[in-house]
């Protein structure tokens, strides 16, 4: 009974922890259980429906981690994909499997396009360090040019419809400081002018002005 309750314990803390794991890092450095493990813990019934639910949790959380990366067209495939056909006993826990994609999804797309910059960066390691690097002191200017252009290059693969150069603290931030009525002309104007002279390339500027207007 002691080992029972011990496995059952350790299967319950893996079914929490792995697909948490995955969605939020794509990796789980623990050992897995089988099918098996859960039979011999709970009983062939209640086991196997267990087995069958963290197998689904697993399949969420990867299919939410790999939204990261997708397009908008490959995510809504992905949740289409995931479209409950079951009629037989296994029909709760594909539409539950189904619902739950589809917040992901849900969740993914609007944290795209409410920060489109910081979401690309975010998934995107390569471009964060490129930008990054560009804003170190004494950096060329096209260094910025091109760290710009590797974010217009992530988020068009992300497939968002109005891409955005600047995180969305950036743009708020030199706009705050031109509506700020208590400094000087010079000091309100300097914010807004020096995000869009970071770059020399007037496609680059045309976006940054656009961005900072809306």
Request: charged fraction near 20%; aromatic fraction near 6%; hydrophobic fraction near 40%.
């Given at each position: 009974?002691?080992?029972?309750?011990?496995?059952?314990?350790?299967?319950?803390?893996?079914?929490?922890?792995?697909?948490?794991?995955?969605?939020?890092?794509g990796?789980?450095?623990?050992?897995?259980?089988?099918?098996?493990?859960?039979?011999?813990?709970?009983?062939?019934?209640?086991?196997?429906?267990?087995?069958?639910?963290?197998?689904?949790s697993?399949?969420?959380?990867?299919?939410?981690?790999?939204?990261?990366?997708?397009?908008?067209?490959?995510?809504?495939?992905?949740?289409?994909?995931?479209?409950?056909?079951?009629?037989?006993?296994?029909?709760a826990?594909?539409?539950?499997?189904?619902?739950?994609?589809?917040?992901?999804?849900?969740?993914?797309?609007?944290?795209?396009n409410?920060?489109?910059?910081g979401?690309?960066?975010?998934?995107f390691?390569?471009?964060?360090?490129?930008?990054?690097?560009?804003?170190?002191?004494?950096?060329?200017?096209?260094?910025?040019?091109?760290?710009?252009?590797?974010?217009?290059?992530?988020?068009?693969?992300?497939?968002?419809?109005?891409?955005?150069?600047?995180?969305k603290?950036?743009?708020?931030g030199?706009?705050?400081?031109?509506?700020?009525?208590?400094?000087?002309?010079?000091?309100?104007?300097?914010?807004?002018?020096?995000?869009?002279?970071?770059?020399?390339?007037?496609?680059?500027?045309?976006?940054?002005?656009?961005?900072?207007l809306d």
């Amino acid at each position: 009974n002691e080992r029972d309750v011990g496995m059952r314990s350790s299967l319950e803390t893996i079914a929490q922890n792995a697909p948490a794991a995955i969605a939020n890092t794509g990796d789980y450095t623990g050992d897995l259980p089988s099918a098996g493990d859960f039979v011999r813990a709970y009983g062939a019934d209640d086991g196997l429906d267990r087995w069958k639910q963290f197998d689904a949790s697993m399949d969420v959380a990867k299919s939410t981690f790999g939204m990261r990366t997708m397009s908008t067209d490959e995510i809504l495939a992905e949740v289409e994909a995931a479209a409950p056909i079951s009629t037989g006993p296994d029909a709760a826990l594909e539409t539950k499997k189904f619902d739950l994609i589809s917040s992901a999804a849900e969740a993914t797309i609007k944290a795209r396009n409410a920060d489109p910059a910081g979401y690309t960066m975010q998934v995107f390691p390569g471009v964060a360090q490129a930008y990054e690097a560009a804003q170190e002191s004494g950096a060329s200017p096209w260094v910025m040019q091109s760290a710009l252009s590797a974010m217009q290059v992530a988020q068009a693969k992300l497939g968002i419809d109005e891409p955005r150069l600047l995180t969305k603290s950036q743009a708020t931030g030199a706009v705050n400081t031109w509506k700020d009525e208590t400094l000087g002309a010079s000091e309100r104007l300097s914010g807004l002018a020096g995000m869009v002279l970071q770059t020399s390339d007037e496609g680059q500027q045309r976006m940054i002005y656009d961005q900072l207007l809306d």
